[in-house]
């Protein structure tokens, strides 16, 4: 259960307009004191979310990445408050994340057993399925190992992890960007992408 006291106090109007500013002119700190600040937003809005079945951490790691991309491109030039437009990216993220596990939920392995045979052999459905491709096993496996994939970027990663990969390799319909433009984005260097990116591909690597 979330308890909202053990997150900071969220900034005043004038407290938000001054990070905003600093942000603007490349203060990352800044930067990440507006993302800490609105932690008890992403807490509050992933209260609506909670069941038996989602778990609280989960899905405020997910809260978490749409904050970040709020922070990120936020236009304080707009009649809007960071917290208006970040509720609606942190609540976007959650419905995306919850989408996209309920489809998955409702997709059926080719490979789950599904009766065994006259001679007491396991039958699959992949083994029903008539086609005349020869690279149709191989292809069906790639589909598996690309869902398993996006469970443990998820399950797995950190956050900042999951942001950066989903931007550079354009996961979950995301448009690819190059270190460069995802450092440019972010606030932070070319060569700290590089690290992360690197890191969450050792994290996957060590577990496939």
Do not use: W
Request: proline share 2%; charged share 30%.
């Amino acid at each position: 259960m979330l308890l909202l006291k053990s997150f900071p106090h969220p900034l005043t109007a004038a407290e938000e307009q001054y990070y905003l500013q600093k942000y603007t002119e490349g203060d990352l700190e800044a930067k990440h004191i507006l993302i800490e600040r609105n932690l008890r937003l992403v807490a509050h809005i992933v209260k609506k979310y909670q069941s038996m079945e989602e778990n609280a951490e989960d899905l405020l790691s997910i809260g978490t990445i749409g904050l970040i991309k709020a922070v990120v491109t936020f236009n304080p030039n707009k009649n809007v408050r960071l917290g208006t437009y970040a509720a609606r990216c942190i609540e976007n993220e959650i419905l995306m994340h919850l989408r996209s596990k309920k489809k998955s939920s409702r997709e059926v392995s080719l490979y789950e057993p599904i009766g065994t045979d006259r001679e007491g052999n396991e039958i699959q459905l992949f083994d029903i399925i008539e086609t005349e491709d020869s690279d149709a096993h191989q292809k069906l496996a790639l589909r598996e190992d690309i869902r398993l994939l996006y469970s443990k970027v998820e399950s797995i990663l950190s956050p900042r992890e999951r942001l950066v990969l989903k931007m550079r390799y354009g996961l979950y319909n995301e448009e690819e960007y190059t270190q460069r433009e995802i450092a440019q984005r972010l606030g932070i260097s070319r060569s700290y992408v590089s690290r992360i990116e690197k890191s969450a591909i050792e994290k996957l690597r060590d577990y496939f």
